[in-house]
């Protein structure tokens, strides 16, 4: 998997974006476009998530100087901020099935888990007690955070409608997340799906741009 993360920026309407440039300037683009020559390429995703949601100040010489990221009550955030938008430079994965039947059915009910897919496209799940499901730059696609036997666990991999179901869902948000770049996206509702083959048809016919 060839991936790397470049910082972009958006006004307050989202009708501007700007990107970070190698020598802290920072370009007018249109927000997640493809690479070009100057921008900035993060690879390490941990540099990467320290970007997220970034306050910046306008700056002479440079447009902009970072400030203080923001908070997790924050829920205002007016002002211009960073958003961290993954490029891949490879062809992408389509999620297996299997693997995701295999991660429900390891879950232990009662923990709170989120099951979600990462860059890679593997499903993964995580206890929401003990890691932060913000800015956290390994989760591509969401499910919901469930803890009952019903959803999580033997019983709900045995499920096969359900199973079916988040399948389903969880291909149409890593389309979502291969068209639009963003991240931590959430599975969309059953009745705003696309036909499967269309979806698994659109996935493996993805192409990177740059």
């Known amino acids: 998997m060839n991936i790397c993360f470049s910082i972009d920026a958006l006004s307050p309407s989202g009708a501007k974006a700007w990107r970070l440039q190698d020598n802290q ?6 927000y997640a476009e493809a690479l070009q020559d100057g921008d900035a390429r993060i690879t390490d995703k941990k540099a990467a998530e320290a970007w997220i949601n970034v306050k910046l100040k306008k700056d002479k010489a440079l447009v902009f100087t970072p400030q203080k990221r923001a908070g997790r009550f924050d829920f205002l955030m007016r002002g211009t901020y960073t958003h961290t938008v993954l490029h891949r430079l490879s062809a992408a994965p389509l999620p297996d099935k299997a693997q995701m039947l ?4 390891q879950l232990e ?5 989120l099951v979600y897919l990462n860059i890679a496209g593997q499903f993964k799940a995580m206890n929401t007690q003990q890691v932060s499901i913000m800015a ?4 591509a696609v969401r ?3 469930a803890s009952s036997e019903d959803y999580i666990g033997p019983i709900a ?7 079916d179901d988040h399948y389903r869902q969880f291909l149409a948000g890593w389309l979502e ?8 996206i959430f599975v969309p509702d059953l009745e705003k799906l696309p036909e499967h083959d269309e979806t698994t048809d659109a996935i493996r016919n993805w192409k990177h741009t740059k």
């Open 136 to 139: 956290n730059l390994d989760i």
């Open 102 to 105: 295999d991660c429900f059915k």
């Open 109 to 113: 009910a009662g923990t709170p888990w």
């Open 177 to 184: 997340h291969l068209k639009s770049s963003n991240m931590n």
């Open 143 to 145: 499910g919901e955070i």
């Open 157 to 163: 991999a045995a499920n096969t409608q359900m199973m």
């Open 25 to 30: 300037h920072w370009r007018p683009c249109i």
